[in-house]
């Protein structure tokens, strides 16, 4: 098995492909072990040290790492674990639920904010390890959850703010702000 890797936008993660896939439908983030139960895959990840989070999206998986520790020392631990992980033949996560908020009077706006989300800004984050989830709208605030290494990179502000909320606003005249919420 061949993995490759690539660097991220954000220092701290490194984004693996491992030339199959990982989940099928969505993505998921866990920011510690104790919430990757669900995930064997995630797992095995945390129990490299030095690892401080993982997301899986479709096709790969974005480690981040904790700042004392460096890539030349965590990468082959990682690559092994991976590894590990396809050679075991488990699922990599089990299924769950993502909680959306929005009053259903706002259900066509909400509907038009996902196809945004889809069509326009989820392909361009995938592509540096990341994405990004719709968790709400309420009173013409955009409220979207960060993942991968999108989360904590220090260009993912500017991206939210400048980038994503722009093209909200342009394209659907309720949307007034886009905050990030965990």
């Known amino acids: 098995m061949f993995i490759q890797t690539?660097?991220?936008?954000n220092p701290a993660s490194l984004k693996f492909i491992p030339g199959r896939e990982v989940i099928s439908g969505g993505t998921v983030d866990y920011r510690a072990a104790e919430d990757a139960a669900s995930s064997p895959l995630a797992l095995r990840l945390f129990d490299v040290s030095g690892v401080s989070g993982v997301f899986l999206g479709s096709d790969f998986i974005t480690v981040t790492k904790a700042?004392?520790?460096d890539w030349a020392v965590l990468k082959p631990m990682i690559l092994g674990a991976i590894m590990e992980h396809y050679t075991s033949g488990e699922v990599a996560v089990s299924a769950g639920d993502e909680e959306e908020s929005f009053d259903?009077?706002?259900?066509?706006?909400?509907?038009?904010?996902?196809?945004?989300?889809?069509?326009?800004?989820?392909?361009?984050v995938a592509r540096?390890?990341?994405d990004i989830v719709f968790k709400g709208f309420r009173d013409g605030v955009v409220y979207l959850n960060m993942r991968g290494s999108c989360s904590g990179c220090p260009s993912s502000t500017m991206t939210l703010k400048h980038g994503i909320e722009n093209m909200m606003r342009h394209f659907i005249p309720e949307v007034q702000a886009v905050e990030a919420v965990q």
């Open 6 to 9: 690539e660097p991220t936008p």
């Open 67 to 69: 700042d004392d520790r």
């Open 104 to 124: 259903p009077a706002d259900a066509e706006i909400v509907e038009q904010i996902k196809e945004i989300i889809e069509a326009r800004v989820r392909p361009v």
């Open 128 to 130: 540096d390890g990341g």
